[in-house]
């Protein structure tokens, strides 16, 4: 191979997500080394021999090759992508890409190539040595055999004695990813949680957080070199195949808040007994253009239930960016312009630089094209998190016939699985390895956004309109105590656990009803939110009042609380349930149905979706409101105190003298 591959022939950050687009890539670098006559020319042959055949070999490997007339030398490149691109292997997407370029009728020459080259691929070393190489001039000798793979080196009895002793005190490592649907607290806290355990455990814990802000991917050498793998998450994780070949702990990401010693011992085990996890090809995220289809959050062995409340989270999650943008830009136009601004004409014909109410309009009009998206977004990353990108187009076309029909939120929600399930049925049918190239980008979304459209204009999308309205017409009439028990419902779904699948559940129904506004669903957006901001508040409070029942950790998150609470982040109040459970969710959902049922009865209203204490000025009967979440603040304090003042040991001594954070929880829950 001494000939066929230069540094200029190597691709060390391969950027494509396909075998294609790979291909083409790998190819323009031969054409600018003069060894491709013909780009396009050269492509259709090498697509012409993948449809013959896959080539992707097990390990991670592809190897599209052909013999071409556009080819005037023997050449070999070599991409490496961080991604995997799918070429057909039965373990899944390919991180090492050799394209192999030869004459047209130089078989030698070709044989010659596929088989050196297959012979090296079998060796982990060489393969190692190609993950891990830094400089293109070195991978490219290395190919070609004139920088050979490290070999171990000769080591006497007494130094292999003690390499075995420094590899037995090497920290077992473990690499971790958190997620939630909103992909602020919860993410970050249960990052914050696995890391200290691991501390306390002696265990090296390495975190990739992928939060709203997006996500820095963890080093490919980090995750080789780890010996487990945990995922706490209630929405998709973005490029699975990483994590291939290594024992694996699936669990929701509230569980990486509260037991993540357990997580880690479980890990432990794992890699004891040997349990490799079949972790799936697709499920990759929008980046990664893999087109496989499990998108659920667990292994594929998990219970139904909480598959199904994993599909509806990501559908949730990439929904709220929506609503929040849509939701204040709405608040402000009413806070400048009035309620009556809705129905202003179109600021495109009429809008006047120096008045008010044309920038409220503006204002009112780009937040209703904000919220004109939240039906038909929610469907689609539903179908998303089923079945991964293949099955965004008919959630997306399922969301928009579901506004067009009048089904509103509940059909979207209903479009969304119905779509995801359409695609996840079409995957499982067997086709020829000439189709498979275009099935998630044309012949899947065809068929799937047909079938879904025809059921929802046809079978369920009536049916579906009539209960939303008939839900509505229910909000409307609510009066009295009924009106009173659905806030005291709202309050303890809100309460119960800060930001989990209740939490959201409750806020998604909220949300729905502020697409098709209504006195009725106005009121339930006021509770719900009201009902969200009394746990942090009332852990802030109960720390300022009472201070020796709390430790200095908890007194330091209590200040930070006063904030959270302030702005409708129901998650400030997660370290405090996490430390004392049995003694925190109660007196918080105590105070969070006392406020949502005098929310309820107030009449209070609401039309922005978020904003805590900084949208009171848009709430209806605000004094009174305020008043519902004073109350419900006061109640649960005063149940935290007493229930925490009535325990028999207090950590506080021990947490004044230096005890661990840690310590002093377990002391709190004695």
């Not at 799918?86 to 009728?105: E, N, Q, R």
């Not at 939630?180 to 890391?195: F, K, N, V």
């Amino acid at each position: 191979m001494s000939e066929l591959i230069t540094a200029e022939l190597v691709d060390l950050d391969l950027s494509a997500t396909t075998k294609d687009a790979a291909a083409r890539s790998l190819a323009e670098r031969m054409v600018a080394a003069h060894r491709v006559t013909d780009l396009d020319g050269f492509l259709a042959d090498v697509a012409a021999r993948e449809a013959q055949m896959p080539t992707g070999l097990d390990g991670g490997i592809g190897i599209p090759h052909c013999r071409s007339e556009h080819v005037s030398a023997p050449t070999l490149a070599f991409g490496r992508s961080a991604r995997g691109i799918d070429f057909g292997a039965a373990d899944g997407p390919a991180d090492l890409v050799f394209l192999i370029a030869a004459p047209a009728g130089a078989d030698d020459d070709h044989l010659t190539i596929l088989s050196g080259l297959a012979r090296r691929l079998m060796d982990p070393e060489f393969t190692a040595a190609l993950r891990a190489g830094d400089d293109p001039a070195a991978v490219a000798a290395l190919i070609r055999g004139e920088e050979p793979a490290p070999e171990p080196e000769a080591t006497t009895p007494i130094a292999a004695a003690e390499e075995a002793a420094a590899e037995d005190d090497a920290p077992f490592r473990i690499v971790a990813v958190t997620s939630c649907p909103t992909g602020i607290a919860h993410t970050y806290m249960a990052a914050e949680s696995l890391t200290a355990a691991g501390l306390a455990e002696g265990v090296e814990v390495t975190v990739e957080t992928q939060g709203s802000a997006g996500f820095s991917k963890l080093d490919p050498a980090v995750i080789a070199r780890a010996d487990a793998v945990i995922w706490a998450h209630d929405v998709e994780v973005r490029e699975k195949a990483r994590f291939r070949g290594k024992p694996l702990v699936d669990v929701g990401v509230k569980a990486g808040i509260n037991r993540p010693a357990e997580l880690i011992a479980e890990a432990r085990r794992k890699a004891e007994r040997g349990e490799i996890a079949a972790v799936p090809q697709g499920g990759d995220g929008p980046a990664d253009g893999a087109d496989g289809a499990d998108g659920g959050s667990g292994a594929d062995s998990a219970h139904f239930g909480v598959r199904l409340r994993t599909y509806l989270m990501s559908g949730v999650s990439y929904m709220v960016p929506f609503v929040a943008a849509g939701g204040l830009l709405i608040a402000l136009s009413f806070a400048i312009g009035g309620y009556e601004i809705a129905d202003a004409k179109s600021v495109a014909d009429h809008f006047v630089w120096g008045q008010a109410d044309s920038w409220a309009a503006l204002l009112n009009q780009i937040g209703s094209a904000a919220f004109g998206f939240l039906v038909p977004v929610l469907a689609g990353y539903i179908a998303y998190g089923m079945a991964d990108r293949p099955a965004l187009v008919p959630g997306f076309v399922g969301g928009a016939i579901a506004l067009t029909v009048d089904a509103g939120f509940l059909g979207g929600l209903v479009a969304g699985l119905l779509a995801g399930a359409v695609v996840m049925a079409i995957q499982r049918v067997p086709v020829h390895a000439t189709l498979r190239g275009i099935m998630p980008v044309l012949v899947i979304p065809l068929i799937a956004s047909a079938v879904v459209g025809f059921l929802m204009f046809i079978v369920v999308g009536k049916p579906i309109a009539a209960l939303q309205s008939a839900l509505t017409d229910w909000l409307n009439g609510l009066s009295g105590s009924n009106a009173v028990i659905l806030g005291v419902v709202l309050g303890l779904m809100m309460c119960f656990d800060m930001g989990g699948p209740l939490n959201k559940v409750a806020y998604a129904f909220a949300v729905g009803g502020l697409a098709d506004p209504t006195d009725g669903s106005l009121k339930v957006m006021a509770a719900v939110m009201a009902a969200g901001m009394v746990p942090p508040l009332a852990m802030a409070l109960a720390t300022t009042v009472r201070k020796k029942l709390f430790t200095k950790t908890e007194r330091e998150n209590g200040r930070a609380a006063w904030v959270l609470g302030a702005s409708f982040i129901t998650e400030g109040a997660i370290p405090f349930a996490a430390a004392d459970p049995l003694r925190v969710i109660p007196s918080v959902m105590a105070g969070g149905a006392v406020t949502g049922a005098l929310s309820m009865a107030f009449g209070c209203t609401l039309r922005a979706p978020h904003g805590g204490i900084f949208v009171v000025p848009l709430i209806g009967e605000p004094f009174l409101y305020l008043l519902a979440i004073a109350a419900g603040t006061l109640v649960a304090t005063a149940l935290v105190v007493l229930l925490k003042g009535a325990r028999r040991t207090v950590p506080v001594p021990a947490d004044e003298a230096g005890a661990t954070a840690a310590d002093a929880r377990v002391g709190a829950t004695a």
